[in-house]
């Protein structure tokens, strides 16, 4: 089982910008393909963004495309999210996942391992 950290959450104004990363341990990640998910508070969590084993291919929700960039570096086992042009409804806690299949999925159950979280908040 690949185990996952994530950081680079924080506290930004609206318009602001930031980058989190998902570090990756256990188990080769390029086996791996990797999203980031996100909940707000009395929400449901949701998709944002995922990204194939190789980097080739990713998928956004409707809600960030354009705004948001999921990479990945196999060299060091970390995938990123930088977030662009920030707004306060994107406030949430941020979860990186991993998915054993090599393909990009946006279904939640698909995914087999989570990272713990990391809180980003927009002010506005």
């Known amino acids: 089982q690949v185990q996952l950290v994530e950081s680079g959450g924080g506290l930004v104004q609206a318009g602001g910008s930031l980058r989190l990363s998902c570090a990756a341990s256990?188990?080769?990640?390029?086996?791996?393909?990797m999203g980031w998910f996100r909940q707000a508070p009395g929400k449901e969590r949701e998709f944002v963004a995922a990204?194939?084993?190789?980097?080739?291919?990713?998928d956004y929700a409707d809600s960030v495309k354009g705004r948001f960039t999921i990479s990945r570096d196999n060299a060091k086992n970390t995938v990123y999210l930088r977030m662009n042009s920030l707004k306060p409804e994107d406030t949430a806690r941020y979860y990186c996942?991993?998915?054993?299949?090599?393909?990009?999925?946006?279904?939640?159950?698909?995914?087999?391992?989570w990272g713990q979280g990391t809180q980003v908040t927009v002010s506005s």
């Open positions: 996942a991993a998915d054993r299949d090599y393909s990009v999925s946006v279904r939640e159950w698909e995914y087999d391992a």
């Open positions: 256990g188990r080769p990640f390029s086996n791996y393909a």
């Open positions: 990204i194939n084993w190789s980097g080739v291919s990713t």
